[in-house]
């Protein structure tokens, strides 16, 4: 029994040296191209744009580009089956294989709307009038 538990050890010991892994990337696009890109508050780049992440879950997604308007979304990343317990474990530290896990995300960016002369001075006016007469 004690040499079946040495030879199995043996056998599984290179294969948890080699170790599997799994290699995360979120690729984002967007129409037109070269906006930059804040994932979790953190600038990762212009578009087109691909960045490792660690772990599954909501991202904060901001792209801003000059003459557009400003998007502001989510992005819920779902793990695949072998990244699921029990499964995680054999592909993260028993498989030798590496695994390669990639989303891709994709916006247009719709051309910032700017306000006309006559809107801006109806805005103003509005304001004045809430100022001084106390009007909601």
């Known amino acids: 029994m ?17 170790g599997g892994c799994v ?12 906006a930059l890109v804040y994932l979790n508050d953190q600038e990762v780049g ?34 695949p089956w072998y990244q699921l317990p029990p499964f995680d474990f ?8 590496t695994y390669y896990d990639r989303h891709e995300l994709e916006y247009t960016l719709e051309p910032r709307q700017y306000p006309t002369t006559q809107q801006l001075l109806e805005q103003a006016s509005s304001f004045r009038d809430r100022t001084l007469h106390g009007q909601d």
Request: charged letters at 15%.
């Open 2 to 18: 004690r040499a079946q538990v040495v030879l199995l050890a043996s056998a599984l010991l290179p294969m948890a040296a080699a």
């Open 23 to 34: 290699k995360r990337t979120v690729s984002i696009s967007t129409q037109p191209p070269a």
């Open 46 to 79: 212009r578009t087109p744009v691909t960045v490792p992440f660690t772990w599954y879950g909501d991202y904060d997604i901001i792209i801003r580009k000059e003459g557009y308007q400003t998007l502001q979304t989510h992005k819920r990343l779902h793990p």
């Open 90 to 97: 054999v592909a993260e530290v028993l498989s030798p294989v």
